[in-house]
């Protein structure tokens, strides 16, 4: 028995990093997956190698004609959408001040926009269906402030609000919307606004120093958390979670040690 099975899921971003182990962990629990991406080829391996149980589908986040050609060929290949994770994102850093409203508008695009669209879509077949359930990927940056993230964080912190108007208007169909605050995602993403030469590696594991036994592991395995987090929340053991955050940070945002206090 999987925790999944029955379920038709769409996993956005799916090409690679939390989306892609998703997926994986969707399809050995027992869900039929769709692993969407704009980037085909990313969403082509990564269901290639999960097998018959994955269609890869080509969906630009931001374009509701894309999202509507995506969730008809789901539902032709594997019956109507139940589980939809709006995963896809992108990043820009810069300062308030270096950012342009041309880099703002296009996070704004795929990360705030994106996610609506896919509720949109989805949501009659779910409601036909008897009910699903979506989950929005925001990020620990859509909790808290943080130097460099203005447009990034603003799309993040729209999301969770995104999460909750949805989870109040389909709740009553039985469609449950949540939130996942991750601290830690794929390398990929970070990497070009990292040093030349640093290591994700070596520093992202560190960022977490509430939970010290965070400290000795692969930034996979902490995406392998954030996706065991997403499985709970597709599946019908989080029947009573809807419009809620869920952090998966290690701790990092729960509050900071104070160097020389007591319990420090
Ligand atoms: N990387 C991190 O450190 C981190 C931390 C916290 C939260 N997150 C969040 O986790 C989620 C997954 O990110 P990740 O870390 O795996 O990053 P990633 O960059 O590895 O993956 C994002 C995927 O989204 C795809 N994508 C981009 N634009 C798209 C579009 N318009 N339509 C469809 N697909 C598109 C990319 O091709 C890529 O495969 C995102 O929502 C991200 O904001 C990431």
New binding site residues.
């Given amino acids: 028995m999987g925790r999944l099975d029955g379920k038709v899921a769409i996993v956005?971003?799916a090409?690679?990093?939390?989306?892609a182990a998703t997926a994986r962990l969707f399809a050995r629990e027992g869900a039929r997956v769709a692993v969407?991406?704009?980037?085909e080829d990313?969403a082509e391996s990564v269901a290639r190698e999960i097998g018959e149980a994955a269609l890869p589908v080509a969906?630009?986040?931001?374009s509701e004609a894309s999202w509507e050609a995506v969730v008809g060929r789901v539902r032709d290949a594997f019956g109507p959408v139940t589980v939809l994770v709006n995963?896809?994102?992108?990043?820009h850093m810069g300062s308030v001040e270096e950012t342009t409203a041309a880099d703002f508008e296009r996070l704004v695009r795929?990360?705030q926009i994106?996610p609506f669209l896919g509720i949109r879509a989805v949501a009659a077949g779910m409601r036909e269906a008897g009910g699903g359930s979506i989950v929005n990927?925001s990020?620990?940056d859509g909790l808290a402030g943080k130097n460099g993230v203005v447009a990034y964080a603003s799309t993040?912190w729209a999301l969770r609000g995104i999460t909750r108007v949805a989870a109040v208007e389909l709740g009553r169909d039985g469609i449950r919307v949540n939130a996942v605050c991750?601290?830690?995602?794929?390398a990929?993403?970070?990497r070009p606004y990292l040093p030349e030469g640093v290591d994700p590696e070596r520093i992202i594991p560190r960022m977490q120093p509430i939970l010290g036994t965070q400290r000795g592991r692969r930034i996979a395995e902490l995406v392998e958390d954030v996706a065991r987090v997403i499985l709970f929340l597709a599946s019908d053991e989080a029947a009573s979670c809807t419009g809620a955050d869920f952090v998966v940070d290690g701790g990092n945002t729960c509050g900071r040690i104070i160097p020389g206090a007591p319990g420090a």
């Fill in positions: 956005t971003g090409g690679r990093g939390t989306g969407a991406d704009i980037r990313a969906l630009d986040v931001g995963n896809a994102a992108r990043l795929v990360n994106g990927v990020s620990v993040k991750p601290e830690v995602g794929s990929d993403m970070i």
